[in-house]
Structure formats: C-alpha cells, structure tokens
C-alpha cells in the first residue's frame, strides 16, 4: 500500500485538466511561490495553463475544498493562511485523533506490527528529507495520516480529514519554518513505532 501523501502531489496520468492545474497552483502555494492574499483571477488562471475558462474555474474550486484559497464573488480566489489560532486548534485535534487511534491499535500485536510497517518507509523518506523543509512536511504529513487513519474508524479518519483540510502540515510548516535541518524531529518521530512495537504507546512512554 503506498503511503498516503497530500491530495495535489497526486501524480497519476490522465487526470483530468482541472485537477492539474489545481495541482500545479496548489505546489506553487504550499512551497511558497504564491503569497498569502495573492488573489487569482479565473481568466487568468485559464491563460497561464492554456486552458478555457470552465476547468479553471473547477480548479479554483478544488483549491477552496484543500483550504488553500478562499473564494471572493467576482474577484477570484485569495489564497489563505492558517492563523495561529487555527494552527494551534488544527494541531489539537490532530493530537486527539492520533492518540485514539494509537489507543486502540497498541494493545492488540497483530495491528501493531502493522502499523509499525506502513510508517517505516514514510520515516526513511522523512529522515531523508530533513535538509528540505518542503519535502519533509509532504512526509510529515503520510506520517501523521497513516497514523490517525490506520485504525479503520471512519469518525476517526473523517475527523481528521476535517483537521488537515483546515490545517494541512505543508501550510503550518511553510507558516513556521523550521531550521533547515532538524534531527531531533526525526529521532523523536522515528523512535514511536519501536515503542508501539513493543506495546507501549509514545504518551506513555514519555
């Protein structure tokens, strides 16, 4: 199964034209080339990708369900930032969804040993992009999105869903960037599964 990863980093062929540019502008956004409260205007969206109007204005739209862009009548859409408030809000949620699922999966070996599995590559790819702030919060993201939807409790992943479109870990960690390299992020991240693996939770273990 491969990891999970952010909605526009989807690279499958075929995509229909309003899914790639939507995908393309939301990569510009999330590694910065777009500022906070720059507005885009549909006609000009459907010119820079040689398209027609109407997948622009789909594209736009599929933007605002990701939380990149806000909608603006007969403006376009503005490109929004997380508040510190929401950061914090989006960020508590997310510890709460991820502490149930692990709750619920560490007791029981089998699904432990599973979950162990399915973060391993998502912590190499992690570990590896520690020098590039960008591709280390596309990882960060599979890691936490593996780890809340991994119990299979469908309040659980909605919930979570509703957390990262709010609050996605690209958006917080472009907010926040942190020092280009960040071993003690990884080291801490990379030590849970061998807890879970032996049956202890990482709030316990703390």
């Known amino acids: 199964m491969p990891s999970p990863t952010l909605p526009w980093l989807d690279d ?13 502008t939301a990569r510009r956004i999330a590694e910065g ?19 027609s109007r109407t997948p622009a204005r ?15 009548p007969k403006k376009g859409a ?12 989006s960020l508590s949620v997310r510890a709460m969804l991820e502490g149930h699922a692990v709750s619920r ?8 040993i599973s979950l162990v599995e399915a973060l391993a590559p998502v912590l190499t790819a992690q570990e590896a992009a520690t020098d590039r702030p960008a591709d280390f919060a596309v ?10 939807s991994h119990d299979g409790n469908r309040v659980v992943e909605e919930g979570r869903a509703r957390s990262d ?9 472009q907010s926040s960037p942190p020092p280009p390299t960040c071993p003690p992020c990884t080291a801490s991240t990379s030590s849970s599964p061998m807890r879970w693996r032996a049956g202890t939770s990482p709030a316990s273990a703390r």
């Open 78 to 89: 503005q490109v929004t930032t997380p508040t510190a408030r929401e950061r914090e809000e």
């Open 105 to 112: 999966i560490t007791p029981d070996e089998t699904r432990r």
């Open 12 to 24: 499958r062929e075929n995509r229909p034209i309003a899914t790639q540019i939507a995908a393309a």
């Open 58 to 72: 789909e594209a736009m739209l599929q933007l605002e369900t990701w939380g990149l862009v806000r909608l603006l």
């Open 139 to 148: 990882h960060d993201y599979a890691f936490h999105l593996t780890l809340a």
């Open 33 to 51: 080339a777009i500022d906070p409260g720059a507005l885009s205007r549909e006609v000009d969206v459907a010119e820079e990708h040689g398209a």
């Open 165 to 173: 479109r709010d609050c996605s870990a690209s958006r917080i960690w």
